[in-house]
């Protein structure tokens, strides 16, 4: 195995590992250290290119800090990605390489899952190292897609009472792009709150499993975001806000759980001059990470989770709060917030 470390100003450490012998291609991006051991999952994705993969995992490490860092775990921004089709090329063999490359950083980084990794395949690379988290064990921590949900249902609520002045989700409107573990699972609380409730998604017997338990209507993916609603929900992939597409956005409200919705850092400024309120991605979505960052302190509790997620919500609130009293984009004042958390003694 060869373990190669890349320079990137502005980045911790960013080492490259290739092993031959069971075709492991990965790269793991340790963006920030300040608070603590850098965390964040595992990407397993066919990437075009090395440097792809390299913009990917250094933009994805660097989300974590900010993700972390106002998620209120003492944990830095790390991120890892492995060059592979998850459908194909991933074998147990390459896993294992993979958690002893991750065990020579000696706790720099903890993994856990992203797309294309399951819990049974950081269950694997676990084998190798104590470096990886997010795996059920006595009712304890595992599959984060819950928590998530959790998270940005609190987020939805938060900015309902900003830009409402309401606490009652009862007959707002949200467009769901991708009931996904994540998009089912919001669809039921919003469903328990009395919302209304528009999906979409390029897999059929979600949407159908959606339209039966909350009697939502469907829409075309490429239609969701231009959905007449009050609440757009991105809960896909990334990049749904974008040149294209934001100038048809109808809803007042930007909540959901995808990562970089943002496809471009100028759509921040451009949803500001729609008067459409963004919850920023990595705030809102932050519960999954702060579940894993418990179980990593050996610190989970449900109680405990769970009043740190519905915090989520305050997060939010004061980041509205203050990008209105500054006339700035809520992304930026996010990231501002991030950093000052970051740079306090
Ligand atoms: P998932 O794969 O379970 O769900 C994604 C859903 O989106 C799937 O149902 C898929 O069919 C659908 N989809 C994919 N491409 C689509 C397209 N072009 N149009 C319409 N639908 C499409 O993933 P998830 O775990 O629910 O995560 C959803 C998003 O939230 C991802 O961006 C992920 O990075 C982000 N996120 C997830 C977590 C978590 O805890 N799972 C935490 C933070 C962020």
Known sequence: MKIE????????????????????????????????????????????????????????????????ALGGIPFGGGKAIVFADPKKDKSTAMLKALGRAIDTLEGLYYTAEDSGMSEADIQTIREETSYAAGMANNGVGGNPSPFTARGVWRGIQAAVRHKFNTDDLTGKSVSILGVGAVGMALAEHLHGSGAKLIVADVNKNSVREAIDRFGAVEVAPAQAHAADVDIFAPCALGGSINADTVHDIKASIIAGAANNQLKTPDMDQILKSKDILYAPDYVINAAGVISVGLEILGEWSHDDLNQRIDKIGDTLTSIFERAQREDRPTGSVADQLAMEVISKP
């Open 5 to 68: 470390e890349i320079s990137a100003p502005g980045w911790h450490k960013i080492v490259h590992i290739t092993d031959g012998e069971t075709g492991l291609d990965s790269i793991v991006s340790v963006h920030d250290a300040t608070l603590g051991p850098a965390c964040g999952g595992c990407r397993v994705f066919p990437y075009q290119s090395f440097e792809a993969g390299l913009e990917d995992v250094k933009n994805l490490s660097r989300g974590m800090t900010y993700k972390n």
